[in-house]
């Protein structure tokens, strides 16, 4: 373990599997990620068997940006109780700013889907990419037409 230096940015990684839940805080050194803290949780029977409307997630935000430095999606994940789980992912592949949009919103729809998730409120800024999800705006580019299929 090593210790962190003040107002360091430190990274969170949370695995939540059937029967427990783990974290680990990371600090990055020369590059190198070295943990800060680590706990793990085993679920007991009680807390494995909540009601289907206490584990639902009610809202995922998410957005995403293309430019000269690379493209970037964000996803804050808020749970029916407030507690927040918030993303920032780099894509290692060349988009647009709205193929970037739509990179978020397939990436946190697998993150809700992942965690069973089935009834969920989804967000984003961009008017186009919600008109076409929603088939207010229909799509013209082939590329975006790939998103929908």
Known sequence: MSSPEPDEVLFAYIVVAPFAVSLVLIRVDSGVQKPVYYVSKSLHEAEIHYLPLEKVILEVYVDGIANQKGSRVGLVLVSSVKITIEKSLRLYFSTTN????????LMGMTMVQKMGEKSINVF???KLVVGQVTGEFKVKDERMQEYLS
């Open 124 to 126: 984003s800024d961009s």
């Open 98 to 105: 709205n193929e970037a949009k739509y990179e978020a919103l």
